[in-house]
């Protein structure tokens, strides 16, 4: 379903991509940090559908339907760096913070971080050129709120 997208994604030099492909591409990550402990949490999907919504406008039920076709991506994918090469590429460092608030936000969600989770942080935060300071102010800023 999602072929054509993962092949540009991990193109030798891809493209930026199209408002729809980066919506897909977040919200796969999203799922791909929920999914990392093992445990897909109700809570969790509940955090990612907030975060779509907000991000790009949503309705509840635009939300989970882009969840959806996300988790069906998400599983798809081979690999976390397709996703965060194709947003490194398309988003500015300041945006990709809030990329990193909404990481942190999920892997919050279900009220345990586990040391799989921040693994998975840490290279993703790596992978999206955001340091290790600016990310952990990031998880400070979430678990704040």
Known sequence: MFADLIRRMSAP?????SDP???LAL???LVRIART???YDPAEKAQIDRTLM???QLSQTEAASLRADCEALEAEAPDTVRFTRAIKDAVAYEQRLSVIEALWAVVMADGQRDQHEDSMMRMTASLLGITDQDSNAARLRVTAS
Do not use: K, S
């Not at 030099?13 to 991509?17: H, K, N, S």
């Open 13 to 17: 030099a891809p493209q930026p991509l």
């Open 37 to 39: 402990d093992g445990h």
């Open 21 to 23: 492909d980066a919506r």
């Open 54 to 56: 907000a991000r790009y």
């Open 27 to 29: 919200g796969a990550l």
